[in-house]
């Protein structure tokens, strides 16, 4: 059975519905989602979730916490990590949550696209899924023109394990992508693991935790791996990330000068801008009219009425707030 997937909780309510909705739109038709819990804060998607009956919530509760059994034993292997997260946050771990992505090799289908709930469908994905039928792993991103959050570029070791090449070929935002159950397991964890204690642990990237793991992952198990980026044509490829301001939009659909784009990711824009968005706070950001497009599809009525000025998502702060921050008075 295929399947899409993502991770989610309470936290990013808007943006999950919003991410279902598209899905719902694009397909017409039953598409089974399964979401993983990033923690217990998840009555509020529950809820969601439990009026959607081709929605689940995964509840696999052996394979959550080997999955995070597991990532702390990655995180155990870095020389520096730990200390850095305990003076940033008084935690040994970081972000530990991201990691149940992973879930999806143990997970209900046998091939699955992930998509990070800040993201939003916009073509079926007969083409990803088709790519399976060749490749392990098939991604769509241009993460490896930016490769600053996939690895530790300070660290001598990372030219000794992966030349340039396999760099620009293989490394990939793990915001998007698709594979296989089973792919990952207990047999080669255990390989990746022992490889790390070895000393390749300190080309990991410890404030991207999840990108950095699953990329090493991929890219040191040699599975078979393809980022559309690279096979298609030049006059197939579109963008992706919100960042490109360039997409035209027609009936809520994003086009890439004339192409239709697969999906559109929101990376950069946080969490607490979708809910004070929400709320009723006129923040402004890139295709922001498609996010509520999709996220008040089945409420139209509830999308919120704007009478102030939109504000830039990204604006700079206020002279009074900066002042507060100094005083510690603010966040």
């Not at 696999?60 to 870095?78: A, G, K």
């Not at 940033?88 to 991201?98: A, F, I, P, S």
């Not at 999806?104 to 007969?126: E, N, Q, W």
């Not at 930016?146 to 090449?165: C, G, M």
Request: aromatic share 12%; proline share 5%; net charge neutral.
């Amino acid at each position: 059975m295929d399947g899409i997937c993502t991770l989610a909780n309470d936290r990013v309510y808007d943006q999950l519905i919003a991410l279902l909705n598209s899905i719902e739109a694009i397909y017409g038709r039953p598409m089974p989602v399964c979401v993983y819990p990033y923690d217990d804060n998840t009555t509020q998607i529950a809820a969601e979730i439990a009026r959607r009956p081709h929605v689940q919530l995964y509840n696999n509760q052996d394979s959550i916490r080997q999955w995070d059994e597991f990532v702390r034993r990655v995180w155990d292997t870095h020389p520096t990590a730990q200390a850095n997260w305990q003076k940033v946050n008084g935690d040994k771990y970081y972000r530990v949550g991201t990691h149940r992505r992973y879930c999806a090799f143990d997970g209900p289908f046998d091939r699955f696209v992930y998509m990070d709930a800040d993201t939003l469908l916009m073509s079926p994905l007969d083409e990803i899924f088709a790519s399976l039928d060749k490749y392990d792993w098939v991604v769509y991103d241009f993460q490896y023109k930016d490769l600053s959050h996939v690895y530790d570029l300070s660290s001598p070791k990372l030219a000794e394990i992966f030349t340039n090449a396999e760099l620009e070929a293989k490394a990939f935002c793990s915001g998007f992508y698709a594979s296989k159950k089973g792919v990952f397991n207990p047999q080669n964890q255990e390989v990746i693991l022992e490889r790390l204690r070895q000393g390749e642990a300190e080309i990991l990237y410890p404030m991207a935790p999840d990108q950095t793991v699953l990329n090493y992952m991929v890219m040191r198990s040699g599975i078979s791996h393809c980022n559309l980026s690279h096979e298609l044509a030049e006059e197939q490829k579109t963008g992706c990330c919100v960042t490109s301001t360039h997409f035209t939009s027609q009936n809520n659909i994003l086009y890439d000068q004339g192409k239709r784009l697969t999906y559109l990711h929101y990376i950069g824009v946080k969490s607490r801008f979708f809910e004070q968005l929400c709320a009723g706070n006129n923040v402004d950001f890139p295709y922001r009219d498609e996010f509520l497009h999709y996220r008040y599809l089945h409420e139209p009525n509830h999308r919120p009425k704007f009478t102030t000025k939109p504000k830039a998502y990204n604006a700079p702060p206020s002279l009074g707030t900066k002042i507060l921050r100094k005083l510690g008075l603010k966040n």
